[in-house]
C-alpha cells in the first residue's frame, strides 16, 4: 500500500447506514475527510425495534446517496478512492450484504481493493477520530446493544479480551428496560433522558457479578428485577406501567442507569488495576451514556487515569469508524485490501477472531 490513500468506509449493520472518507499520509494518524450517516431509527419504531428485513431494503436506498455526499462534502471523485472498507460483521446478515455487495461492486468498478471489516474493531478504534486520540496500550470498555466487554489493547490488531457479558449487553439493557416502561426503541437514549430527572436510589436494583472475581458481566436479571419492581408499582397504583406517574418512571429510570452505570465502572477499574494500564478508552454506543461519562471521568481523575470517548455522535454506528478502522489496518500493515470481489458476510464474528 502507498504511503498516503483515502478510503472509503460503508457501515450498514444494523439500523443505520453510514459512509465516510478517510485519508491517511505516511504515519500520522488518519484524518476524517467527510461523513455522512442516515438513522433508520423512526421506520423501526413503529415496530418497536429493528426490523432486519426492512433494515436491509432500506440500506439499499440509502448507500448511494450518502456516497455521493460524501464525496461531494471531501470535494472528491470516486475515482480518488484507494481502497472501498465495509463492515463484513458482526451484524444482521442482509444488511451487511448491502453494504458488502456496494463495497465490491465499487470496487470491481474501479478497479480498487477492498477490506472487510469488523464492527467492534471500527467502533474501539473510533475515539482515534476524536481531538483527543488515545495511545497505546490501554484498556478498552466497549458497550454497544450487541457487545459488553473489557479488552487490553496493545496496538491496531492486538486485542486481548478480558471479560465480556454471559448474556445480555449493557446496550440492551437499556433497551429493554426501556421498553419494560414504554419509553420505545430505541431505550437507551430514551432511559437515560428520563434518569435526569429521576433518583438512581429509589429503587434497590441488582449489580449482577458486581463482585465476582473475574471481568465478566451479566445483564439479564437485571430487566427482570425492573420489570417486577414496574409491576409491583401498577398493580399499587391500578395502572398500567406505562400510566405510571412520570416520577415514578423517572426513578425507575434512574436507578435501572445507576445499576447498569456502576457495574461498567467498577470492573472497568478492575480491569485497570489488574492490567497496570493507566489509559481507558471507552466505545460503543452505550459510551455516549452521560453518566458513565460522569462517573467514569470522576473516578478515573481520581487515580491519574486517562479516559478517551470518541465524539458524541460517533459513539454509535457510523461509516467514519468503519474507514478508520480499515486505515489504520492498512497503515499499520497487519493488512492488505483485496481485489478479489466474491465477498461473503459474517453475521457471528468474535473479536478476538481477527
Ligand atoms: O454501538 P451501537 O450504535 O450499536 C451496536 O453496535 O450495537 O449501540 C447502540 C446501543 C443501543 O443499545 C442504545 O440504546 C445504546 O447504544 N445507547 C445508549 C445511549 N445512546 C445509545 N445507552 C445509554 N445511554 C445513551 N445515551
Ligand atoms: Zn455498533
Known amino acids: 500500500m502507498a504511503k498516503d490513500f483515502c478510503v472509503l468506509g460503508i457501515e450498514s449493520s444494523c439500523d443505520e447506514t453510514g459512509v465516510a472518507l478517510v485519508r491517511v499520509s505516511g504515519a500520522s494518524l488518519p484524518v ?13 419504531q413503529a415496530y418497536g425495534g429493528v426490523v432486519p428485513e426492512l433494515a436491509s431494503r432500506d440500506h439499499i436506498r440509502r448507500v448511494l446517496p450518502l456516497t455521493q455526499e460524501v464525496l461531494h462534502e471531501a470535494g472528491q471523485a470516486l475515482q480518488e478512492v484507494d481502497v472501498v472498507a465495509f463492515t463484513r460483521g458482526p451484524g444482521l446478515a442482509g444488511a451487511l450484504l ?13 478497479g480498487k481493493p477492498v477490506l ?22 490501554f484498556v478498552a470498555l466497549l ?3 450487541g457487545h459488553t466487554q473489557l479488552m487490553r489493547v ?8 478480558l471479560g465480556e457479558t454471559i448474556d445480555d449487553a449493557a446496550g440492551e439493557a437499556f433497551d429493554k428496560s426501556a421498553k419494560l416502561l414504554g419509553l420505545g426503541y430505541p431505550g437507551g437514549p430514551a432511559l437515560s433522558k428520563l434518569a435526569e430527572i429521576g433518583n438512581p436510589a429509589a429503587f434497590k436494583l441488582p449489580r449482577p457479578l458486581l463482585h465476582s472475581d473475574n471481568l465478566d458481566f451479566s445483564f439479564a436479571g437485571l430487566k427482570t428485577a425492573v420489570m417486577v419492581q414496574a409491576k409491583k408499582l401498577a398493580v399499587a397504583q391500578n395502572c398500567a406501567v406505562e400510566a405510571l406517574p412520570k416520577a415514578v418512571l423517572a426513578d425507575l429510570a434512574a436507578s435501572t442507569q445507576a445499576a447498569i452505570v456502576e457495574v461498567l465502572v467498577k470492573k472497568s477499574l478492575v480491569a485497570l488495576r489488574t492490567t497496570g494500564l493507566q489509559r481507558l ?8 451514556n452521560r453518566s458513565l461519562r460522569d462517573q467514569l471521568n470522576r473516578v478515573c481523575a481520581q487515580r491519574g487515569v486517562r479516559v ?3 465524539e458524541l455522535h460517533l459513539c454509535t454506528d457510523n461509516g467514519a469508524m468503519i474507514a478508520m478502522a480499515a486505515a489504520m489496518r492498512l497503515q499499520s500493515g497487519i493488512e492488505t485490501a483485496s481485489e478479489v470481489y ?5 453475521p457471528r464474528w468474535p473479536l478476538d477472531a481477527l
Do not use: N, T, W
Open 281 to 288: 478508552v471507552v466505545a460503543g454506543g452505550v459510551g455516549a
Open 116 to 137: 472487510g471489516v469488523h464492527h467492534l474493531e471500527g467502533h474501539l478504534l473510533s475515539p482515534f477520530l476524536s481531538a483527543d486520540a488515545p495511545e497505546f496500550p
Open 342 to 346: 466474491a465477498f461473503d458476510v459474517k
Open 154 to 161: 496493545d496496538g491496531v490488531g492486538r486485542y486481548q479480551i
Open 308 to 310: 478517551h470517548y470518541p
Open 32 to 44: 476524517l475527510q467527510a461523513h455522512a450517516l442516515y438513522s433508520q431509527i423512526e421506520m423501526h
Open 143 to 145: 458497550v454497544s446493544g
Open 98 to 110: 448491502v453494504g458488502a455487495g456496494v463495497a465490491c461492486a465499487l470496487g470491481a468498478s474501479l
